[in-house]
């Protein structure tokens, strides 16, 4: 059986020119009538109108696509765009975080290695991956897989895809924070080229502690936020529905973060999402990645490191003496 | 949302809670105190041991050996990249925090001696924006940081903050990843790096150099974590424990090194900075003291 079609709200008036379009093929059928002209009419309607939609959506229209449930998640384009990938399980302490996952993996024939945040499909498998919101333990396995990345000369590729770390008990009690702040640190040290990529969501701190990387890569309908449009409103708004005006004032959509300078390059997505076309948002993405490989691979060692750290310490815009500096 | 009464118990800081005026009600024993009396013992009652907030200024005050802190980067102060406006513009919000703190910033810089050790240091105080931490901040702390480094001096910082800048957005956020990019170059310096976490260090400041201390201390009672008590709440439905993300929580758990009461924190980061940096024993404990 087929899943039922999640229809986001701005794509509503599209649903409905596609159930005319069914409707008139139907017809077509049944009556033996050619209504070939009519047909063709609506697909160039439903097109025009999906490439209006498109090109004019709002950033909170972007966070419904990138929390679309029929997104490609992290291990779907582990599988479209690499091979042999060998999971490797657990932070060698507490317990294996199945919202962080990793392990090695081919890339265009060169080995790699994968840490990536994943989200669940079905009921059973969302909780299993605790709807992508790491552990403590989660961020720790990234970094036994990132230091073991080192040792061996692998490049890290991270793909980014969580509302946020998880809130919860234990997760304080085992000490999220100092699990994400070493990452920050180590990241920030690993003498290894490293590329991470937002495939969906950016959420916080959660997505930073596997996100301090050479290049930072994000498709064009995912986002990144100090704090979720939602969490925002609450606060700042005192009301949860002024999401959509929060969205647009934390800039934080694939083209406001690319020209802040917090991402390096926007992967295009296939028209209506990277839902409507997941092979071709992972040729897209494969070939981005290659690129910058190739282009990390030129700085090796020192050179590296201080390129990063530089990438860094320049982010964030400040006064000093009422001059305005980053 | 949940609007059920909350059955835990978590400490918050309201402008109410810091004394005004003659007397105040001591939270911890109930008891009615002179407020002089607090502020002469830099914000704890001296009976119950309860710690009020203290500013940036008036702990830097009590810190450093007389005389020798020396400011720095005063003059950086928050800009407004994003154009962000919600009930207001962030411009006017950040000159009324100038105006009611009277900081230029949440957290104030520099280098001075503690018990003769020179060290660069970073104070933050929550009456600016709650201490939150956007690009001013980030960079306030990165350069003390890097004045550590060029020194070969330790670096202290003193954290009270809410978490990261809402109206810095995505920049905010970066500031966690800035400041311990430079934390781990003073670690590959050999440098001590000390944490010390005053009420409240939450979110996006834990998370990052807070947390990153060769030795953490935290003050007593002081309110420390990553997600706050309401989100906890709501995502888990958990009832959390009394006591819950206080700093005698993290101390059970093995995540601070020690709580020192801010009356005796002077003399305990000498004791440590002597111990991890100059590598003899402190004049006080030399001369019999402590």
Redesign the interface.
């Known amino acids: 059986m087929e899943t039922p079609t999640y229809v986001l709200e701005f794509e509503k008036p599209l649903r409905e020119l596609v159930k005319q379009l069914d409707e008139l093929r139907q017809q077509s059928i049944e009556t033996n009538v050619d209504l070939g002209t009519e047909i063709h009419a609506i697909e160039g309607k439903i097109e025009a109108m999906q490439r209006d939609i498109y090109s004019n959506l709002t950033p909170w229209q972007k966070v419904q696509i990138a929390r679309h449930p029929r997104r490609p998640y992290a291990l779907d384009y582990v599988g479209l765009i690499c091979e042999s990938f060998q999971e490797l399980h657990g932070d060698r302490q507490f317990k294996d975080d199945q919202a962080l996952v990793g392990g090695t993996a081919f890339f265009n024939g060169d080995a790699v290695m994968i840490i990536a945040q994943q989200k669940g499909r079905d009921t059973k498998e969302k909780i299993a991956r605790n709807f992508g919101m790491p552990q403590p333990e989660g961020y720790r396995k990234a970094l036994r897989l990132m230091r073991m990345a080192e040792k061996f000369s692998l490049p890290v590729l991270t793909f980014i895809d969580t509302p946020g770390a998880f809130p919860g008990i234990e997760s304080e009690a085992r000490h999220v924070s100092e699990a994400i702040a070493v990452n920050l640190r180590e990241m920030a040290m690993l003498r290894t080229p490293t590329i991470s990529v937002v495939v969906g969501e950016g959420g916080s701190g959660g997505a930073l502690g596997i996100g301090v990387t050479d290049r930072v890569l994000i498709f064009e309908n995912s986002y990144y936020s100090v704090i979720s449009p939602e969490g925002c409103a609450a606060i700042l708004w005192k009301d949860g529905t002024a999401a959509p005006k929060a969205a647009a004032a934390l800039k934080l959509s694939a083209d406001h973060l690319e020209k802040l300078g917090v991402v390096d390059e926007v992967i295009p997505e296939p028209l209506g999402g990277a839902h409507n076309d997941p092979a071709q948002a992972a040729g897209a993405l494969k070939y981005a990645l290659q690129k910058h490989l190739n282009d990390l691979r030129a700085l090796a060692g020192e050179k590296l490191l201080e390129t990063r750290y530089e990438r860094y310490r320049h982010l964030g815009v400040y006064e000093d003496a009422g001059v305005v500096r980053s | 949302?949940h609007f059920d009464k909350p059955t835990y118990t978590v400490r918050k800081t309201k402008k109410k809670d810091i004394p005004k005026g003659v007397y105040t009600k001591d939270p911890a024993s109930g008891e009615i105190i002179f407020n002089k009396e607090v502020e002469d013992n830099q914000m704890v009652v001296p009976k119950s041991g309860h710690h009020f907030p203290l500013g940036a200024r008036a702990r830097i005050a009590k810190l450093f050996d007389e005389g020798s802190f020396v400011e720095m980067?005063a003059?950086?102060?928050?800009?407004d990249?994003?154009n962000?406006?919600?009930?207001q513009p962030y411009p006017e919000r950040i000159k009324r925090y100038e105006r009611d703190s009277g900081l230029p910033e949440a957290v104030i810089c520099g280098v001075g001696k503690i018990h003769g050790v020179d060290v660069a240091a970073a104070v933050m105080d929550f009456r600016f924006c709650g201490g939150a931490m956007?690009?001013?901040a980030?960079?306030k702390i990165?350069r003390a940081i890097e004045a550590a480094i060029a020194k070969k001096i330790p670096c202290i910082v003193f954290s009270a903050s809410g978490g990261?800048r809402?109206?810095?957005?995505?920049?905010?956020?970066?500031?966690?990843?800035?400041t311990?990019?430079?934390?781990?170059?003073l670690?590959?310096a050999r440098l001590p790096f000390i944490s010390v976490l005053t009420h409240p260090t939450m979110?996006?400041v834990?998370?990052?150099?807070?947390?990153?201390g060769d030795v953490i201390l935290a003050e007593p009672g002081a309110l420390i974590?990553?997600?706050?008590a309401r989100?906890?709440k709501d995502?888990?439905k958990?009832t959390?424990?009394v006591g819950?993300?206080t700093a005698e929580?993290l101390l059970k758990?093995g995540?601070i090194d020690q709580i020192v009461s801010r009356l005796e924190m002077r003399d305990r980061l000498a004791e440590i900075l002597h111990a991890l940096h100059v590598r003899r024993k402190s004049p006080a404990r030399a001369a019999g003291k402590n």
């Open positions: 949302m980067d003059a950086v102060r928050s800009s990249p994003l962000f406006v919600d009930s956007g690009a001013a980030g960079e990165t990261a809402m109206q810095e957005g995505i920049y905010s956020l970066m500031q966690m990843a800035k311990s990019a430079a934390l781990g170059r670690a590959q979110g996006g834990t998370a990052s150099f807070a947390t990153l974590g990553f997600a706050g989100v906890i995502t888990t958990q959390l424990p819950f993300q929580f758990h995540l």
